[in-house]
């Protein structure tokens, strides 16, 4: 609806700003914009548009500036015995990054951050080779994450929802180091 709106704002600025254009080439221009204005000043229809006009050009300059999600913060905060402690996302990032390069058969791992009722959740984009389970293994990946995370952070994620973007096919040249 707001697209829609804009769109026909757009248009109705263009058709003003045309004939604005015209009138220093149109010789008449200024008699018909006299016989305009003087059949405006006896119709309400005309005072009701520019009415409308005006309230959509307030609602669509407000609407620039609000945002229609919310803004994700760039770290968690963790309340301790001393204060507080904040964990940036690209440490939780790393992390997550970690736990899931220790599972055979998860080749390459992309991570977002969402929130989750009054926690964090993570989508992992990934891709896996043909010799694993794909169940099994994104299984695996999530109990493997929430663990490490939390083990390492202290962060509980609340969900983690992963997306395999492509299965690679044979082993290649990856070399795993144990």
């Given at each position: ?63 620039q ?7 994700m ?50 989508h ?55």
């Amino acid at each position: 609806m707001r697209k829609f709106i804009t769109a026909l704002w757009a248009l109705m600025v263009a058709v003003i700003a045309a004939i604005i254009m015209l009138v220093p080439f149109v010789p008449a221009a200024g008699a018909i914009i006299a016989d305009f204005t003087g059949f405006m000043e006896d119709n309400l229809a005309f005072a009701a548009i520019a009415a409308l006009i005006l309230g959509l050009s307030i609602w669509l300059f407000l609407a620039q500036f609000r945002s229609t999600k919310p803004q994700m913060p760039s770290s968690v905060v963790l309340q301790v015995e001393g204060g507080e402690v904040r964990i940036a996302l690209a440490a939780i990032d790393t992390l997550v990054k970690q736990a899931a390069n220790q599972i055979k058969g998860v080749r390459e791992v992309k991570t977002s951050f969402f929130r989750r009722n009054e926690g964090l959740g993570v989508h992992i984009r990934t891709t896996v080779s043909t010799e694993e389970s794909i169940p099994n293994l994104t299984s695996l990946l999530q109990q493997k994450v929430t663990e490490h995370v939390h083990n390492v952070s202290g962060i509980a994620i609340q969900e983690i929802k992963v997306l395999v973007e492509n299965v690679a096919v044979g082993i290649g040249n990856r070399v795993e180091l144990r």
